[in-house]
């Protein structure tokens, strides 16, 4: 048992370097829950030729990063934070945005269509370390039960109804698309894609370590303007990290000046 220990840190130590991620015992069951679907996608026997095999191969590495990091998520999720930002942003500015982590795409339209409903005037970085959640975001199909919490007039005016092969599903429409921009991003590694007046990074510290963690909310400060906000999953704090953040309200923080 032993030996399988520890090719089960190796992974664990793999997935730290690579994006940050630390799989403490609570996440024993996910790594071998999707390692699992992995060794039978590879046809391999062994959690040691497993190692081996993403020590060499660039593009299985990838695909078992995509499989340890992909979340639950849907439409219009804590929809509290989309209505905190339309009353707290002045809609006469060109906002810039960053859906940090935006995984297969639900919290960058969620976030666009509703600005878009208010008439705002904006531009949106929406980034991942997955290639296969980039993929489907880019795509933008869901199924129905992802839009539980979307308003019907949403859905009637910015989603398409599939139909045919496609019923039950809902496609969103290209003018909801062209205020958003995707691109591959690594959290930890990566420098920061630019400055932003917003500044979504949710659910996703909760697989951090405290350095990690520190780090990372370090680069996401120097990362907004002046003013901006930073929000973070409402299961989420700041709490015993060193930062310059103003608390505005749970889960809600602000770049303040002066």
Same mark, same amino acid.
């Given at each position: 048992?032993?030996?399988?220990?520890?090719?089960?840190?190796?992974?664990?130590?793999?997935?730290?370097?690579?994006?940050?991620?630390?799989?403490?015992?609570?996440?024993?069951?996910?790594?071998?829950?999707?390692?699992?679907?992995?060794?039978?996608? *590879?046809k391999?026997?062994?959690?040691?030729?497993?190692?081996?095999?993403?020590? =060499?191969? &660039?593009? #299985?590495?990838?695909? +078992? @990063?995509?499989?340890?990091?992909?979340?639950?998520?849907?439409l219009?999720?804590?929809?509290?934070?989309?209505?905190?930002?339309?009353q707290?942003?002045?809609?006469?500015?060109h906002?810039?945005i960053w859906?940090?982590?935006?995984?297969?795409?639900?919290?960058?339209?969620?976030?666009?269509v509703?600005?878009?409903?208010?008439?705002?005037?904006?531009?949106?970085?929406?980034?991942?370390i997955?290639?296969?959640?980039?993929n489907?975001?880019?795509?933008?199909?869901?199924?129905?039960?992802?839009?539980?919490e979307?308003?019907?007039p949403?859905?009637? *005016?910015?989603?398409?109804?599939?139909?045919?092969?496609?019923?039950g599903?809902? =496609?969103? &429409?290209? #003018?909801?698309k062209? +205020? @958003?921009?995707?691109?591959?991003?690594?959290?930890?590694?990566?420098?920061s894609?630019?400055?932003?007046?917003?500044?979504?990074?949710?659910?996703?510290?909760?697989?951090?370590?405290?350095?990690?963690?520190?780090?990372?909310?370090?680069?996401?400060?120097?990362?907004?303007k002046?003013?901006?906000?930073?929000?973070?999953?409402?299961a989420e704090?700041?709490?015993?990290?060193?930062?310059?953040?103003?608390?505005?309200?749970?889960?809600?923080?602000i770049?303040a000046?002066?």
């Amino acid at each position: 048992m032993g030996s399988v220990k520890s090719q089960y840190q190796k992974l664990k130590d793999i997935v730290y370097r690579e994006c940050g991620i630390n799989l403490h015992e609570g996440k024993d069951e996910l790594l071998k829950t999707r390692l699992a679907k992995r060794l039978r996608i *590879k046809k391999t026997d062994s959690v040691a030729d497993y190692v081996r095999l993403i020590e =060499r191969d &660039k593009k #299985e590495l990838s695909n +078992f @990063i995509d499989a340890i990091t992909t979340n639950h998520t849907f439409l219009f999720r804590e929809n509290r934070h989309c209505e905190f930002i339309k009353q707290a942003l002045n809609i006469s500015r060109h906002l810039k945005i960053w859906s940090a982590a935006s995984s297969s795409g639900e919290e960058p339209y969620s976030i666009a269509v509703q600005l878009m409903e208010r008439g705002y005037k904006f531009e949106m970085f929406a980034s991942d370390i997955s290639d296969k959640m980039l993929n489907l975001a880019q795509r933008g199909v869901y199924s129905m039960d992802k839009a539980k919490e979307v308003p019907a007039p949403f859905l009637h *005016k910015y989603f398409q109804k599939g139909h045919g092969r496609s019923n039950g599903s809902i =496609r969103i &429409k290209n #003018e909801v698309k062209k +205020f @958003i921009s995707f691109g591959k991003h690594n959290l930890i590694e990566d420098p920061s894609p630019g400055l932003f007046d917003v500044i979504f990074c949710r659910n996703v510290m909760i697989y951090f370590d405290s350095k990690t963690k520190q780090d990372l909310i370090k680069k996401l400060y120097n990362s907004l303007k002046d003013g901006g906000y930073f929000i973070i999953g409402a299961a989420e704090g700041l709490v015993g990290l060193k930062h310059n953040f103003k608390y505005v309200e749970p889960s809600i923080y602000i770049k303040a000046t002066g």
